[in-house]
């Protein structure tokens, strides 16, 4: 069983930056695929940007370039360290942990871009 446990986020001016970490703690071996998800208010949940157990990034066409993913192993924490935010991207995010089994998911960190 894996538990994850988001913080970072915050308030921030378009063009500012933040990042978030999701603390991963439990059985951290079984995760294929760790990704951060994003979801604003009145939409769906989207995929943001995933990382697998190679190191392969995979990213939301909208934040490639400002976004980036990645992990610590020692620390067991992955990262999104986001760039030149836009009040586009004020949403929600969560961590997300995939394995064998199915899909673990953080309670979500608050991301709010305004000026």
């Known amino acids: 069983q894996v538990h994850l446990m988001e913080s970072g986020g915050g308030s921030v001016q378009p063009g500012g930056f933040l990042r978030l970490s999701c603390a991963v703690s439990?059985?951290?071996?079984?995760?294929?695929?760790m990704g951060w998800y994003r979801q604003a208010p009145g939409k769906q949940r989207e995929l943001v940007a995933t990382?697998?157990?190679?190191?392969?990034?995979n990213y939301l066409d909208s934040v490639r370039g400002r976004f980036t993913i990645s992990r610590d192993h020692a620390k067991g924490t992955v990262y999104l360290l986001m760039n030149r935010l836009k009040p586009d991207d004020t949403a929600v995010y969560h961590c997300?942990?995939?394995?064998?089994?199915?899909?673990?998911w953080g309670q979500g960190t608050q991301v709010t871009v305004s000026s």
């Open positions: 990382i697998n157990a190679e190191g392969t990034t």
């Open positions: 439990g059985n951290r071996d079984s995760i294929n695929v």
């Open positions: 997300n942990a995939r394995d064998r089994v199915g899909d673990t």
